[in-house]
């Protein structure tokens, strides 16, 4: 039995990858941060009540407390678990976040990868241990090629793109200097029904479904145009996994090839909820109205606009199609906004 350790096992990717893993065979760990509230709600169904079942039963997966910030936990928990394969997915991964907490971003998305490299190579794991790195389209900010693959260069434009581009490159570093096998994927938006609720595609279909139910007036959303290629998050963890089973250590674009703005994401998901949005005025007079009854339901605030934009994200999926065998477009852009609203309808009616 193949052990893998996800770091941030609870947040959206975490927890997919969990689920795919499982069903794989795979013993899994994942850390999990300690805080004063539940964060398990992602991974709830894969937890055993209690410890000794947990420990018995190998369709469910096994927690550590660990923070990338602590390189003598992080080196500690290699240690004891002596894993296969590591999947780092742990970091602060919200853009706009990064502006505001720019120090700790570095931290735990930059240094943080240097920390689990080091402890596997401190603990003579290299033969052993293969190491995902979840790297980002981020990376290539203002973008100096449409599309985007493996070989267009980077120009980060948020301290959390910066951070991991010193991932990107520690990562490959090790693999060069030390021959780990390390591989970084740079993975394009994706999306789920799990998504963080501050990221843009999930305000929206949460807010679609409020609003179509009555529950809220209006939705602030920054910049509209903004262009993302958005695949969905179960499709993207199978990657993941392809990835380290590679006979070699390479770096590999995770995308769908297609791009669309924020705008249009925005019109589909009140469509599935029932609304039929259009637009009218532009920059930060512009405003989203319901075809039927002429009111306002979507508004642009500053509030939600960065320093720095990435204005257009388009990835090129053909290194992972041809070497990989994946397949880019499992769940279309449709059918990803639509699972999403299906999801988000219930949910708030239920949480009302
Ligand atoms: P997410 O939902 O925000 O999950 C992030 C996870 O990291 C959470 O479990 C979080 O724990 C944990 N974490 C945060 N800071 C940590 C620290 N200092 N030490 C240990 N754990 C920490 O993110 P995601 O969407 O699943 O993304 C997974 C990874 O892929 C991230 O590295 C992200 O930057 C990267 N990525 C995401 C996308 C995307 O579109 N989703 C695209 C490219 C790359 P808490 O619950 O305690 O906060
Ligand atoms: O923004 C615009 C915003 O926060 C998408 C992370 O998973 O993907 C994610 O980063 C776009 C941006 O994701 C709002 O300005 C407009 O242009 O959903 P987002 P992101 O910044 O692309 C990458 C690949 C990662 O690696 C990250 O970890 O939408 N936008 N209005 C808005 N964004 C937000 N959050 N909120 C708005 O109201």
Not at 80 to 87: C, G, S, T, V
Not at 182 to 200: Q, W
Request: proline share 3%; hydrophobic share 35%.
């Amino acid at each position: 039995m193949k052990k893998a350790l996800i770091t941030g096992i609870n947040g959206q990717d975490g927890s997919y990858l969990a689920e795919f893993l499982l069903e794989k065979d795979y013993k899994v760990y994942g850390t999990l941060r300690r805080s004063s509230v539940n964060t398990t709600e992602r991974i709830r169904h894969l937890l055993d009540e209690s410890n000794l079942e947990k420990h018995q039963n190998p369709k469910k997966i096994h927690l550590v407390y660990g923070d990338l910030t602590d390189s003598l936990n992080v080196t500690r928990i290699i240690k004891e678990i002596e894993p296969d394969e590591i999947y780092n997915l742990a970091a602060q991964s919200h853009v706009a976040v990064s502006f505001d907490e720019p120090e700790y971003t570095a931290n735990a998305d930059g240094v943080g990868t240097l920390r689990i490299l080091e402890a596997v190579r401190i603990l003579g794991l290299e033969e052993k241990t293969r190491i995902y790195q979840a790297s980002t389209s981020e990376l290539y900010g203002k973008v100096e090629e449409i599309p985007q693959t493996e070989n267009t260069p980077f120009h980060p434009r948020s301290p959390y793109a910066v951070a991991k581009m010193y991932a990107f490159w520690i990562t490959k570093h090790y693999r060069e200097a030390y021959h780990l096998f390390a591989s970084n994927g740079i993975l394009f938006n994706h999306e789920s029904e799990r998504r963080g609720e501050t990221f843009v595609t999930r305000k929206i279909t949460l807010a679609a479904a409020r609003i179509a139910q009555g529950l809220q007036d209006k939705l602030y959303l920054g910049n509209l145009s903004s262009k993302r290629d958005w695949g969905y998050a179960k499709d993207y963890v199978e990657c993941m996994w392809r990835i380290l089973q590679h006979q070699e250590a390479e770096d590999f674009v995770v995308a769908t090839g297609e791009t669309k703005t924020v705008r249009e994401f925005c019109t589909l998901a009140f469509r599935y909820a029932g609304i039929e949005l259009e637009w009218d005025g532009t920059g930060i007079d512009e405003k989203g109205i319901d075809k039927k009854t002429g009111r306002v339901f979507v508004e642009v605030s500053r509030e939600f606009f960065r320093p720095a934009e990435v204005d257009l994200l388009l990835g090129n999926p053909e290194k992972a199609k041809r070497e990989l065998h994946w397949d880019p477009r499992q769940t279309a852009f449709e059918a990803l906004v639509q699972l999403m609203v299906k999801h988000d309808m219930e949910y708030v009616k239920r949480i009302k």
